[in-house]
């Protein structure tokens, strides 16, 4: 009966000794999953194919995870890597990060001490997200692929930004098919960021009420979101184009700006919620009316701001075929178009957004206030043959027609050019690309899942999908 006891007791301190977390020493050593996979308590193993992670570990502060070129990790079921250091991410051609089996559900990689940081380019990362949780440091994604994110790190989005920090950045990147958002961050959790030349395609698959870009914007940091497609599911969904918020009502002397996006196929295109100051400029915002009941949204622009406090600008933009064009509630600071004041003035605008097919149940509303503010919307092209008040009136809803709400001014409205005196042409058509997922692009359709960037003449771009 005594040997049978100190058998047990072995039995459970092996037991013990494999399930303990590894945590590095945190002397300032680079480990590579090769490395790793020579720990035999790392939870890391080598195989053919590449190196599956079975346990969860830590890289202590001080450390760095490499990822090396052509490096393939598999995560087990519930795995979730820690990086209390620097998580190494950027590789010359490629890596893959997926998961161990079809069963298996990883979570990812939590980076989340004061001082961390990670820097990723190049990366394909499949069923896992990122938690990023530094204050000091800064997120750094270019040219990676997100895809078939399960939700299990982080139920909110793909890249989770869960500390306020600064200098984050999002370039030429994919996230493709994800089940939440592609990227988002905590209601007080505001992030300095930039999202450029990136491609946002059917993400929030399980259509919960969510945007692809999920962002809280606040404090003094500035948002930027330029060049981007954002295409949805092109199906009835709760799921959104970008979404900024300010739910919190947190001070704000930051900078917001949406400029030179692709934003189709989702329940709205862009929406407002809370005080910020905003900029919504010269964006394609198409077909995004993938909502079933127009009372719950289907706006191209949406704008909310119950504190009656955010400032938002809005030129050249075009908005075609949503439920409705752009719509207002609160009294934040709109303006859509002011051509009243002088050129060198800063409230300044000129308008030009052009608004065609925006409207529901037999009814056009490019413009609907539904606030108790005055907005300018001056120098836009009106879904009306006759750019004058009595046609525009149509489609405009505010104070003219409800006394309790704001008075939208919209003259003088943009006029088209007659041609007297002058030799006017259409806008000719001055490239054509076409993306594959991959971020490939040629002149021709490449095979499978193509989006199509005309661009003309004028500084006007098109896009649609195309399957070869």
């Known amino acids: 009966m005594k040997k049978f006891f100190t058998l047990l007791l072995v039995a459970a301190a092996t037991v013990g000794t494999m399930s303990a977390t590894f945590v590095s020493a945190g002397t300032g050593r680079a480990y590579t999953f090769a490395q790793l996979a020579a720990i035999d308590t790392s939870g890391v193993t080598a195989t053919d194919s590449g190196y599956v992670v079975t346990a969860d570990f830590t890289i202590a502060a001080g450390d760095t995870l490499r990822l090396m070129n052509n490096d393939k990790v598999m995560l087990g079921d519930k795995v979730m890597v820690s990086v209390n250091g620097y ?67 982080n139920s909110g989005s793909v890249v989770n930004y869960s500390s306020s920090c600064d200098g984050n950045t999002v370039t030429g990147s994919y996230f493709v098919d994800n089940t939440v958002s592609a990227l988002g961050n905590g209601a007080n959790t505001p992030v300095g960021l930039v999202v450029d030349n990136c491609v946002f395609l059917r993400n929030t698959t399980s259509k919960r009420n969510r945007p692809q870009i999920n962002m809280t914007c606040g404090g ?131 308008g030009e957004n052009v608004l065609v097919n925006n409207g529901n149940n037999g009814e056009l509303y490019d413009l609907y206030n539904n606030g108790t503010g005055t907005i300018y919307a001056q120098g836009n092209t009106w879904n009306v043959a006759t750019q004058d008040s009595v046609s525009i009136e ?54 499978g899942l193509n989006i199509k960037v005309t661009r003309y003449s004028d500084g006007t771009a098109r896009s649609e999908k195309i399957v070869k």
């Open 87 to 153: 998580a190494d991410f950027a590789v010359p051609d490629t890596a893959v990060i997926t998961r161990a089996t079809a069963t298996t559900a990883p979570k990812g990689f939590k980076v989340y001490d004061t001082n961390s940081g990670m820097t990723m380019k190049n990366v394909t990362m499949e069923y896992a997200g990122i938690n990023f949780g530094s204050t000091n440091g800064h997120l750094a994604i270019d040219h990676c692929t997100f895809t078939l994110y399960n939700g299990k790190i």
């Open 220 to 350: 003094p940091y500035d948002i930027t979101i330029t060049r981007n497609k954002v295409i949805g599911l092109a199906e009835t969904t709760l799921a959104g184009g970008i979404g900024l918020s300010n739910m919190l009502g947190l001070a704000y002397t930051g900078k917001v700006t949406v400029k030179d996006n692709d934003i189709e196929d989702n329940r709205y295109g862009v929406a407002m919620i809370g005080p910020m100051n905003l900029y919504i400029e010269d964006n394609m915002i198409k077909n995004n009316n993938y909502e079933s009941n127009p009372n719950n949204g289907g706006s191209g622009i949406s704008i909310y701001d119950s504190s009656n406090k955010g400032n938002v600008r809005i030129k050249g933009n075009h908005i075609e075929n949503s439920l409705w064009g752009i719509t207002v509630i609160g009294a934040p600071t709109v303006n859509a178009g002011k051509t009243q004041v002088a050129a060198d003035d800063p409230d300044y605008n000129p």
């Open 394 to 447: 149509k489609v405009v809803f505010h104070k003219a027609d409800n006394d309790a709400l704001g008075l939208v001014i919209f003259m003088p409205a943009h006029q088209p050019n007659t041609g007297v005196g002058t030799v006017t042409t259409a806008a000719q058509v001055v490239e054509t690309r076409y993306y594959n997922l991959q971020g490939i692009y040629s002149r021709e359709p490449l095979e």
